[in-house]
């Protein structure tokens, strides 16, 4: 059942995603390019979808469980901007302004066959291994 919830909840997120347009990577650089030809468009999808998640977020963290699966929540507990979040998000901003892809979406392509996104999800996977070594 566990599976299954995840499937579905996947499937939601990625169509939620496809027709946002946060899976076109050329959106999403029109989306960043700020100085060019600024598309705006993915400020009012991004503003939405905060406004959405702020009620079951603020529920979620007062609940001990998960709504659906009953399941322990393990939302991050660290409120500390460190040097590890700073490098981090500056990393994944970088690849997410070179490539238009974050993620989400690069998960979404890769399942369709784009290559670019099967470069990317690989690049990803890399780096996540190699960001998990140097933790520990």
């Known amino acids: 059942m566990h599976y299954f919830i995840a499937l579905i909840s996947g499937l939601i997120f990625g169509l939620g995603l496809l027709i946002s347009g946060l899976a076109n990577p050329s959106k999403v650089l029109a989306f960043l390019d700020l100085a060019g030809a600024w598309d705006p468009s ?6 939405a979808a905060i406004a959405v998640a702020i009620i079951p ?14 399941q322990p929540m393990s939302l991050p507990k660290q409120r500390q901007i460190d040097r590890p979040l700073v490098l981090g998000s500056l990393i994944f901003g970088a690849g997410w ?40």
């Open 42 to 47: 993915l400020a009012l999808v991004m503003a």
């Open 97 to 136: 302004g070179i490539a238009g892809f974050c993620p989400g979406p690069a998960v979404v392509l890769a399942a369709s066959g784009a290559p670019l996104a099967l470069v990317f999800l690989v690049a990803m996977l890399i780096g996540m291994g190699v960001a998990g070594r140097m933790r520990t």
């Open 57 to 70: 977020f603020s529920v979620a963290r007062r609940r001990p469980c998960a709504f659906v699966t009953g």
